[in-house]
Nanobody, 125 residues
């Protein structure tokens, strides 16, 4: 059974930092793109960042460019999201996702086959 388990969320003041982790179990994703999405209250789930299998390709949504960094450790089957200079508008549940196919990373949620349960990030002003 494949599971993605996120951790690292919490409450932080604006301008602060958090590092999210997502550990995969049940299969290896070393050849697969992985990504982060988020969903704020009353809004649809949106793309945040994605990374190719060896980390050579990364994409970010415009609102987080220069502040967030996605990375991965394939030996640990883990993907990370370092979030700096956090803003209240970053408040959301953050979800880790993994593509079941070994292709290029995508900004589209429908390309991802496996999802974590989410971790809450709350940024106070």
């Amino acid at each position: 059974q494949v599971q993605l388990l996120e951790s690292g969320g919490g409450l932080v003041q604006a301008g602060g930092s958090l590092r999210l982790s997502c550990v995969a179990s049940g299969r290896t994703f070393s050849r697969n793109p992985m990504g982060w999405f988020r969903q704020a209250p009353g809004k649809e789930r949106e793309f945040v960042a994605t990374i190719s299998r060896v980390g050579g390709i990364t994409y970010y949504t415009d609102s987080v460019k220069g502040r967030f960094t996605i990375s991965r450790d394939n030996a640990k089957n883990t993907v990370y999201l370092q979030m700096n200079s956090l803003k209240p508008e970053d408040t959301a549940v953050y979800y880790c996702a993994a593509d079941g196919d070994a292709g290029l990373p995508s900004r589209d949620a429908y390309e991802y086959d496996y999802w974590g349960q989410g971790t809450q990030v709350t940024v106070s002003s």
